[in-house]
């Protein structure tokens, strides 16, 4: 049975830091390229950050650049987002997702998300 989990959510002050987790298992860790969205209230999902299988290549949505990073454990077949300098608009359900390859393609795996809060 394919299963992302996350954890690491929770409530924080604005400018603090948080650390994501997404732990896999079900499926060939090395064969799918990672990432994270994100769905706050009222909002559709959007993209966040993702890593190449390899986790040489990285790549992030505008508005966390500079402050999230995104990194792999090919090993432990982890996937973790550090959130830098938090504002309470990154407030929202933070999602790990899996697809099968590097090209183009729709993720197709899900978590079940997990709950980030930002107080100003």
């Known amino acids: 049975q394919v299963q992302l989990v996350e954890s690491g959510g929770g409530l924080v002050q604005a400018g603090d830091s948080l650390r994501l987790s997404c732990a896999a298992s079900g499926l060939t860790f090395t064969n799918y390229r990672m990432a994270w969205f994100r769905q706050a209230p009222g909002k559709e999902r959007v993209f966040v950050a993702a890593?190449?299988?390899?986790?040489?290549?990285?790549s992030f949505a505008d508005s966390v650049k500079g402050r999230f990073t995104i990194s792999r454990d090919n090993a432990k077949s982890t996937v973790s987002l550090q959130m830098n300098s938090l504002k309470p608009e990154d407030t929202a359900v933070y999602y790990c997702?899996?697809?099968?390859?590097?090209?183009?393609?729709?993720?197709?795996?899900w978590g079940q998300g997990t709950q980030v809060t930002v107080s100003s």
């Open positions: 890593i190449s299988r390899s986790g040489g290549s990285t």
């Open positions: 997702a899996a697809r099968y390859g590097d090209n183009v393609g729709q993720y197709n795996i």
